[in-house]
């Protein structure tokens, strides 16, 4: 099974700061993977996909980029909405996996 | 627009079963797959599996397999998932998940509510 490790687990910032995210695999997942923001209460909701391709109605601040092995999400300015675990997922084996997700927090 | 109404809130007792559906409308409901997703109280995301909406193909995690079905009923628009056997640590929120395609890639999407599954005595 492939091993989606997140880093750092929880991130602690302010509004207008910026966040950098880090899934690594334990093998290639090629660019088969996608970024996901949960907020509490909530069902997952689609940032990324195919790695560094943004989902309708995203906002341009976030941007995923990365292949193989090593991924980055990265929130360029950091709203008051944006404050909520992030997790990755692959796709590209079966059994598809998650991270264990980055709680980004408001400092 | 794509709706996916899961069933209510239930509790059961270690050792017993439970299937939790997910009814899907506003598309046709064979032309997109299903996936199965638990989380457990204040935990991570964790993917149980896949169940092809066409031929009724499954695909499961190692830990659940031998200990959850999926099936689902084209006639009802609607996707099952039974998990057995339960214990404690089974207790979570269950959200089914239905892909939508990005130029071949395929990505849960839409999501169900959730349906919080309590085991206890």
């Known amino acids: 099974e492939i091993v989606l490790t997140q880093s750092p687990a929880t991130l602690s910032l302010s509004p207008g700061e910026s966040a950098t995210l880090s899934c690594r695999a334990s093998?290639?997942?090629?660019?088969?993977l996608a970024w996901y923001q949960q907020k509490l209460g909530q069902a997952p909701r689609l940032l990324i996909y195919?790695?560094?391709n943004r989902d309708t109605g995203i906002p341009a601040r976030f941007s995923g980029s990365g292949s193989g092995t090593d991924f980055t999400l990265t929130i360029s300015s950091l709203e008051p909405e944006d404050f909520a675990v992030y997790y990755c997922h692959q796709r590209y084996y079966w059994p598809n996996t998650f991270g264990q997700g980055t709680k980004v927090e408001m400092k | 627009q794509v709706q996916l109404v899961q069933s209510g809130a239930e509790v059961k007792k270690p050792g017993a079963s439970v299937k939790v559906s997910c009814k899907a409308s506003?598309?046709?409901?064979?032309?997109?797959?299903f996936h199965w997703v638990r989380q457990a109280p204040g935990q991570r995301l964790e993917w149980m599996g896949w169940i092809s909406t066409d031929n009724g193909d499954t695909k499961y995690s190692q830990k659940f397999q031998g200990r959850v079905t999926f099936t689902r009923d084209t006639s009802a628009s609607a996707a099952y998932m039974e998990l057995s056997s339960l214990r404690s640590e089974d207790t979570a929120v269950y959200y089914c998940?239905?892909?939508?395609?990005?130029?071949?890639?395929?990505?849960?999407?839409?999501w169900g509510q959730g349906t919080l599954v309590t085991v206890t005595t």
């Open positions: 195919t790695a560094s």
């Open positions: 506003g598309y046709t409901f064979t032309d997109y797959n």
């Open positions: 093998q290639t997942v090629s660019n088969n």
């Open positions: 998940a239905r892909e939508t395609s990005y130029s071949g890639y395929y990505y849960p999407y839409y």
